[in-house]
Structure formats: C-alpha cells, structure tokens
C-alpha cells in the first residue's frame, strides 16, 4: 500500500464518536426501560459538582482558598477551606435531585435526610461521599479527588443512618474524579468501568475509555512506608518479598490518585492497621467500598484482609474504618498471601 493509499484509508476511517458524560449516562439509562431517570439526576449533579470543584481547586492559592479553616472534622482532621467548599457544593447539587433521599459525606458526622419517605417515595437514593479526598496535597499544588457512592435507600430501615449500611455489593454505582494533571471522571454502574476527561474549553467531560480493565499483575506497590514498622508481621514479609523482586513503590498519599494510577498501570494499594490507626485509615462507606467496586468491576480485587472482600463486610457505623488491599488481581494475591502465611 503506498503512503497515499494509507493517508486515505486513515481518513476513511470514521474518528471516534464525541460522547460526554451526560450523553453516556442517558444511553446507559436508556438500556433500562423502567427506569425513572432519578440515578441519571444524581450522576449529572455529580458531573456539575466535579467541575465546580475543579474550577475551585485549580484557582486555590489565587483565591486564598488554601489552608485549614481552624475546625475538625468528626474524623478529627484539620478541615481544609476547599474540603469545606467542596461539600457544600455536593450537598447543595445533590439537594435540588428528587431522587436523593439521604445524603452522607465525611465532613458531617451524621446523614443529612433530603426527603422523607412520605416525598421520597420508592426508587430513591443514598448518596455517599468524601469531598475532596487527600485535601492536604492541596497546598502542594497535589493531586486531590472526590469519591462517591450511591445505594438504594433501605425503605425497612428506622432511621438514616441505618439506610446507609449497607454492604459495598448492594451498590448501585461508585466513582472517582481525580483533580490532577486534567480533571478525570470515573464511574462504574455495575457494567463496567468507564473514563471521562474534562474539556476545559467546552466544559464537558469527554468519554476516553471504556469498559476498562486494570493489568493482571504489575510489579509496584503503594503504601505509607513511614509506618511500616506498626504494620502487622504479615505486610512486613510481603514488603521485604516485594524489594526482593524489584518491585516499584509509588505513593502520592491521596486514595484518588493512586488508585487512579493501579486502576491504569496495575500493581496493589495498601493502606494496613497501623498502631495510629488499629483499624486502618480509610472509611468503609465512602472511600473503600466506591473504589472497590471500581477496581472489582475492572477485573481487580479489593480486600480487607486475607479471603474477606471488602464490599462483602456489614457496616456498623457511616465513618467505621477497614484496611485496604486492592488492585490488580495478581498482586491482591501476593499481600493475601503473605498475611496469610
Ligand atoms: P497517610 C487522605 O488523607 C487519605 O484519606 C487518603 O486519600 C490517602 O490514601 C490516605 O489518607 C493517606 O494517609 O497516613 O499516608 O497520609
């Protein structure tokens, strides 16, 4: 074939289809005759409210938006003014959908009822949600993210709070945006993994990826080594394994982003019960069990400990803490193994 040949069957071929977030979430809506439309509300809030939130983090120092605001949040960590403004943003978006019913972020240490069961009626929502995940990178000009996580409101239950333990499986879509060198959007409804990329020019998010699957194996780990010396026997072993067969560390310190970075490249992010945090660091509800279904439906695992899967664990409490082990399946296997052994 000469090189004309090629340039026109290369123009011959059709670029790829323009599908925004937007368009997407109403072609997946559309496979679901039934459907109301409320969880498509929720996404496309969720879409404003990421692009809000990138608008403001990308301004933070000329803003004078960075920093703490002086109050704890009931995690007890110093809230930072954007973790206070990113909230307020999701509460406010996710206030006007009839489709939620409850909402519940990291930075209010109880549930927040939108709609009683009187006007929320059947098919409505819990949305769940850390608003700005890894928040003190920000001051470093780090990546940061927000993670979501949406269940069916439990009509038996007697309260909020008890609508919204419930196990990461009874998930009805989980996601990330990454507020990084771009701005990414990843959601998963429970058919797949699929990416989005904000255009800043347009101020649409782009669909780059679908349908993605994290690499089988890959030699790297992410994990807070500063406190390798409190991690339970078992990770030490898996460490000294893991530096043996060269394998790589890479830790940003913000969930989002190396998470972001396994779900694409591969390779396992830990972060074990330490003496600090006997429980681990990260919350069940809005940070593990949203991006262990993301992981999961990419063909990854994510695991608390040794054959007990995260979204399989019953919640007691909204901000109750697990370890985490999750990414690629191969490299899951190789911690599992070492803390089992
Ligand atoms: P450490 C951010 O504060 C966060 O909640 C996660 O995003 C991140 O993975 C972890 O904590 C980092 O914790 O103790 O390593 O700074």
């Known amino acids: 074939m000469t090189a004309a040949e090629s340039l026109v069957r290369e123009s011959l071929v059709r670029p790829a289809d323009i599908v925004t977030l937007q368009a997407h979430i109403l072609q997946q809506q559309a496979r679901y005759p039934e459907a109301t439309g409320a969880l498509s509300w929720i996404l496309s809030a969720l879409s404003i409210s990421a692009k809000m939130i990138a608008a403001h983090v990308r301004r933070a ?9 002086g109050t704890q949040n009931v995690q007890g960590e110093q809230q930072q003014k954007l973790d206070v403004i990113a909230n307020e943003i999701l ?43 890894g928040s003190s990178n920000l001051d470093v000009c780090g990546s940061v993210g927000t993670i979501f996580s949406i269940l069916r409101k439990d009509h038996r239950s007697p309260d909020a709070s008890a609508s919204v333990l419930q196990c990461g499986s009874q998930q009805v879509a989980a996601g990330y945006v990454l507020y990084g060198s771009s701005t990414v959007f990843v959601l998963t409804i429970g058919l797949g993994v699929d990416m989005f990329v904000l255009d800043p020019n347009y101020g649409a998010f782009i669909r780059v990826a679908q349908g993605l699957k994290i690499p089988a194996a890959h030699k790297s780990y992410s994990v807070n080594e500063g406190n390798r010396r409190s991690f339970p026997e078992g990770y030490q072993r898996y460490l000294d394994w893991a530096q043996e067969h060269g394998y790589s560390s890479r830790y940003v ?62 919640p007691d409490d909204i901000h109750q803490r697990v370890p985490v082990i999750l990414g690629s399946p191969e490299e899951v296997d190789h911690v599992a193994a070492h803390l089992a052994s």
Do not use: W
């Not at 069940?284 to 979204?311: C, D, F, T």
């Open 253 to 314: 310190g913000a969930m989002v982003a190396d998470v972001h970075r396994i779900l694409l490249k591969g390779g396992v992010f830990m972060y074990p019960p330490t003496r600090k945090a006997p429980n681990g660091k990260l919350r069940l509800m809005y940070e593990a069990n949203p991006m262990a279904m993301i992981v999961e439906q990419a063909g990854g695992k994510g695991l608390i400990a040794p054959g007990q899967r995260i979204l399989d664990v019953q």
């Open 61 to 69: 120092r000329l803003d004078d938006v960075l920093g703490t605001v």
């Open 91 to 133: 509460l406010r978006t996710l206030g006007g959908r009839e489709g939620v019913a409850i909402v519940a972020s990291e930075e209010n240490e109880e549930p927040v009822i939108l709609r009683t069961e009187e006007d929320a009626g059947e098919r409505k929502y819990c949305v769940l949600f850390d608003p700005l995940d």
